[in-house]
């Protein structure tokens, strides 16, 4: 076995000496990366040819391995492991690869270029699975698969499920547009994969343990199913009934089943019979599911397989080895066993092989198989145990094949059927031609190339499909250097043609039935070369001769001889005069029988048509009859054949002169030497002449065409010079007149422009004038509609100011209402106070009188009383004072409030005409307290006067009493007055407040007066009388002053009001213009 390691290369062979037959293992691929590590490969896939592998490593790289050309190539780098692959799409160069990322991407393996990129999975991708037409592909997650069309790469349908129920696999079945389902609680369903309905359901086994299905396997012809999980039981279903047909028990070594392959076979028709096993101890199983024989294993318990892929032409089996490596298995070399004769079989299964537990294992599969059918197990049985007796004959021994056949059996099934199930026809034709699959001696055959002879064989025999071209090709190659007669004969296309249609898919088998058909039955063909067979033809003619005198006769008549009415059939084997089916037939009974039977078919098909050939009269017409189909039961000729074959003499028969089947030696194939050499190497050395002459005369010839092609290169380069001269020349007077006429087109276009330009120019002047109105229209609107809101603004803010104004007037008359009413609450408390104060005056002038009398010491009393007096008078002032500021703060606030609306000249007069009135009652106020003031003086003077004259009488010591105090009575009686006269003129001013001053002045200065008239004596009254007078007048100038001062200090308030109102109305209109 050998390993190779591709390190970091990106290209290479697989294996550097060519594996030998025998060896089940070819070779192993392993990866190693910087300091000897191991790299794991994932996961490998097979292409639609079975030629070529992808493997995918724990690295995210892609590998192609080509096993047919010995050569693998890395062909992309994804960066992450992959999960899954797929390499058998429609365009074969374009593979698929599941990421860890849960995204599929697809890459083509020449360029190396990313084609697509599908997401939409939302866990890992376990598998892909493609359509047989390569354009759908079906990806399958734990949770969802997804069905994507390959030609747009778009999602065109998405199973969900149940979270509770989980998918085991979605795939597709070979063949058909089906899909199948399989899910965690073992149920199947199988769907219509263009619209998703749902054709039918398996049915879950209700008796018997739970499988819980794992692993899912469908033959090519997608009629069986096989499933297996967690037991040693397999489930094999007929998709075609919908039925579980049979139970397979695997040893009790196998407890858990990974995965289940079919093993193809070229001659099975699809319907695969091999199914391998892959168990969790590594060891890969393969099992015939009819026999239910174990047949070979893959792998050890030491040596574990992880996951399989086999190719499609069950050539070649890939396992991932359980320490990352690639095992490549040949399956020839894993079935050598099989092919064994049937003795061998026997021995093996009876238990003579010395390998007791593979034998023991074999008889277990087989004995425990349940639920079978009960009908066919019998028969089965009986086959599967049927053993060859003691004393079997020699020619039993001759008749037995390989594979347990029994040609003497086979022949009487082929004449009760007349033909051999098509299923099974391969099989037998590779039994009975005893092919001995010398895998090596072919590729040594192929590995020279292609045949110089062939080369050229499409233009001679042109074949529609290029596969079936390159194979016959490839046959016709590989015969022709096995024997060299091969290269010159020209009807070899002939014959191997219908067994390249038939075995198109393993090249290596079609080569070994040609060759086998060669020596058998074209025996003596190649004596005459390069005249046909003309010996082989008398034996033909013979036989008719002596069966059917009277057609010879006819055909000898028109000049017919046996090479045109024999050989057209014998050089290509009846494939132009029969059908597929019939030809098929035909061969079935070919292989079955002597060489010599394919003489006699010929002389059964000329009997048989008998009739139309005594019609027939023209050469031409005998070669278009043997050259094309004709009306003919095939069964009864072959009937035909039979009783040729049994009737004719055996001094006639070809038998005589023909051998027996020969079949081709193994390991390396027959010498063919039954021809003419000298002719051969003649024709050769000839054609090799003829081909070196005609190299020569290729050569010279493609010199010659050469120099002539120079020549006339030349020669069209001068022409072409001259022509382009002469059409430079003309295209330059042309250029001249265009010009001229452009010019001449341009000046009118000039002339057209300037006319536009001019009409642009009004219309833009009208347009503008246009906009400047329809702006200017705009503005005025506008402003208009400013105005409008300014005027309904003003109007607002004038309501507002009216409203606000009324409120105030309205506060001013109420102002104005209580000014009143505290007036008049002030007379009456004056008029109180002075009835009061006249009480009090007259007790006090009683009481000084009594004083007077009983005390002499009352001049201290008189004058303490009127220092107090002189205090009171202070405290009066400066209470007049006090209520005189309160009162200017009044009208201060007042005249505040008459200047917030200062921009109202109506308002305006009305305050200043309150104002006036107020005025005017303040100094109708002033006169009526100064006209109480004097009538309460002149009260005060009848009563002096009256004390006078009641005191006239009084002692003279008293009389000298006054006279010490008279100077201080008139020094101290001004003052009085004019304290008097100063709280009067205070009472005036200011209103209310000053009448209690003057009640509380009074009666002091009436007292004092009247102590100053009574100290006068008779001779003194008359200037008492002028100092009186005097007074008056001081108090009247005093008065004056007073007055005057009062009025500058309102004048002062009032400008100071004004200032205030002033500075309140700006504040307002501040605050207003905020507003706005």
């Not at 289940?260 to 076979?265: A, H, Q, R, T």
């Not at 009859?625 to 072959?638: E, P, Q």
Request: charged content about 25%; aromatic content about 8%.
């Amino acid at each position: 076995m050998e390993v190779t390691d591709i390190g970091n290369k990106e290209e290479g062979k697989v294996w550097h000496r060519k594996p030998t037959l025998g060896k089940g293992v070819l070779v192993t691929v392993v990866r190693t990366a910087q300091q000897a590590k191991t790299v794991r490969f994932l996961h490998v896939a097979f292409d639609a040819t079975g030629d070529s592998f992808l493997a995918g490593d724990h690295h995210g790289n892609i590998y192609v391995f080509d096993i047919s050309r010995n050569r693998f190539r890395l062909v992309q780098k994804t960066g992450q492991a992959c999960t899954a692959l797929a390499f058998s799409l429609h365009r074969t160069t374009e593979f698929l690869v599941a990421l860890a990322d849960y995204t599929i991407k697809c890459f083509d393996k020449d360029t190396k270029q990313l084609v697509s990129w599908m997401r939409g999975h939302e866990g890992a991708v376990s598998s892909i699975s493609v359509h047989s037409s390569g354009r759908y592909a079906i990806s399958t997650s734990l949770d969802t698969a997804q069905l994507w069309d390959l030609d747009t790469f778009q999602r065109k349908r998405k199973l969900n499920i149940k979270q509770s129920v989980g998918i085991q696999r979605v795939f597709f079945l070979p063949l058909s547009n089906t899909i199948l389902s399989c899910f965690s609680d073992d149920s199947i369903f199988a769907w219509e994969s263009d619209t998703l309905f749902c054709k039918y359901q398996l049915p879950v086994p209700d008796c018997g343990p739970k499988i819980s299905y794992k692993a899912f396997a469908v033959t090519r012809d997608g009629k069986s199913l096989a499933a297996g999980g967690r037991s040693n039981l397999l489930h094999l279903w007929c998709l075609d009934s919908k039925q579980l047909v049979r139970v397979i028990q695997m040893p009790t070594q196998v407890r858990t089943v990974r995965q289940l392959e079919f093993l193809p076979d070229s001659f099975d028709g699809g319907a695969s019979q091999t199914l391998g096993v892959l168990s969790q101890d590594g060891v890969m199983r393969f099992i015939n599911i009819h026999t239910c024989k174990l047949l070979f294993h893959m792998g050890s318990h030491d040596d574990a397989i992880t996951t399989v892929a086999v190719s499609p032409n069950g050539r070649h089996v890939v396992a991932i080895m359980d320490n990352g490596s690639i095992n490549v298995y040949s399956v020839q070399s894993l079935t050598q066993e099989l092919n064994k004769p049937p003795p061998s079989q026997v021995a093996v299964v009876s238990g003579g092989d010395p390998d007791q537990e593979l034998s023991n294992l074999k008889v277990k599969v087989r004995s425990e198989v349940v639920q079978r059918p009960a009908k066919s197990s019998g028969r089965r049985t009986q086959v599967k145990i049927l053993r060859p007796t003691a004393g079997s004959t020699a020619e039993d021994k001759e008749n037995e094949l390989p594979a347990g056949l029994n040609k003497k059996r086979l022949v009487a099934l082929l004449k009760a059927f007349g033909e051999y199930p098509a299923k099974y026809r391969m099989f037998v034709w590779r039994s009975l031609l005893f092919l001995p699959e010398n895998h090596a001696a072919y590729s040594s055959l192929t590995d020279k190339g292609l045949h110089s002879a062939y080369l050229t064989l499409h233009d001679k025999y042109p074949i529609k499909s290029h596969k079936l071209q390159r194979g016959l090709q490839r046959v016709l190659s590989a015969l022709a250097h096995w024997a060299a007669i091969f290269g010159e004969v020209e009807y070899l296309p002939l014959i191997a043609f219908p067994f390249v249609k038939l075995f198109q898919n393993n090249p290596m088998l079609c080569f070994e039935v040609v060759a086998t058909v060669i020596v058998n039955w074209c025996q003596h063909w190649f004596e005459y070369f390069p005249n046909p067979p003309l010996n082989v033809l008398s034996m033909a003619e013979n036989v008719l001769a002596h069966h059917d005198k009277e057609l010879l006769q006819h055909l000898v008549d028109c000049g017919i001889t046996s090479q045109l009415y024999v050989w057209p059939l014998l050089e290509t084997l009846f494939s132009e005069v029969l059908t597929r089916d019939e030809w098929l037939r035909l061969f079935d009974s070919i292989f079955s029988n002597h060489p010599s039977f394919l003489l006699m078919a010929c002389v059964a098909y000329i009997t048989c048509c008998r009739e139309p050939l005594l019609l027939c009269s023209q050469k031409q017409d005998f070669e278009y009859f043997f050259h094309h189909r004709n009306n003919l039961d095939v069964g009864a000729m072959i009937k035909e054949a039979y009783r040729l074959m049994g009737s004719t003499p055996a001094d006639i028969h070809p038998r005589t002169m023909l051998s027996d089947f020969t079949p081709l030696t193994k390991g390396q194939y027959p010498v063919f030497n039954h021809y003419p050499e000298f002719i051969v190497e003649y024709q050769s050395r000839e054609r090799e002449k003829i081909r070196l002459q005609e190299m020569e005369y290729l050569r010279e010839r493609q010199e010659v065409s050469a120099l002539r092609a120079d020549f006339v290169h030349r020669q069209a380069e001068e022409e072409a010079y001259y022509a382009q001269q002469e059409l430079l020349q003309k295209a330059e007077e042309q250029r001249r007149n265009i010009l001229a006429q452009e010019e001449e087109k341009l000046t009118q276009q000039r002339a057209k422009l300037a006319a536009m330009k001019r009409e642009l120019k009004v219309k833009e002047i009208q347009l503008l004038d246009a906009t400047r109105r329809r702006f200017l229209k705009k503005q005025q609107d506008l402003k208009a509609s400013q105005i409008q809101e300014l005027e309904q603004e003003i109007g607002r803010k004038m309501d507002l100011r009216e409203r606000e104004t009324a409120a105030a007037v309205q506060d001013l008359e109420v102002r104005q209402m209580e000014l009143e009413a505290q007036r008049r609450r002030l007379e009456q408390h004056l008029l109180k106070e002075q009835e009061r104060m006249g009480q009090e005056v007259e007790k006090e002038v009683e009481m000084r009188m009594r004083r007077a009398d009983k005390k002499q010491g009352s001049y201290t009393d008189l004058l303490h009383s009127s220092e107090t007096n002189m205090q009171a008078l202070e405290e009066s002032l400066a209470e007049a004072c006090q209520l005189g500021l309160e009162s200017d703060w009044q009208r201060e606030v007042a005249e505040r409030l008459q200047q917030v609306d200062a921009e109202q000249e109506r308002k305006r007069e009305r305050l200043a005409e309150l104002h006036r009135r107020t005025l005017a009652e303040e100094e109708r106020l002033a006169d009526t307290v100064r006209d109480v003031a004097g009538r309460k003086w002149d009260e005060v003077m009848s009563a002096r006067a009256q004390l006078q004259e009641q005191q006239q009488p009084l002692t003279s010591a008293d009389t000298d009493g006054q006279r010490q105090t008279r100077p201080l009575c008139s020094t101290r009686g001004l003052p009085h007055r004019h304290s008097a006269s100063a709280a009067v003129s205070v009472g005036t001013s200011t209103g209310g407040p000053t009448t209690r001053l003057n009640c509380a002045t009074s009666p002091k200065q009436a007292g004092t007066n009247m102590v100053c008239l009574n100290s006068s004596s008779p001779s003194e009254s008359t200037s008492t009388n002028f100092s009186l007078d005097r007074g008056r007048a001081q108090l009247d100038s005093s008065e004056r002053e007073l007055l005057k001062e009062i009025r500058a200090l309102r004048q002062k308030l009032a400008a100071r009001a004004k200032e205030g109102s002033s500075a309140s109305s700006q504040s307002v209109h501040t605050l207003s213009s905020v507003s706005q």
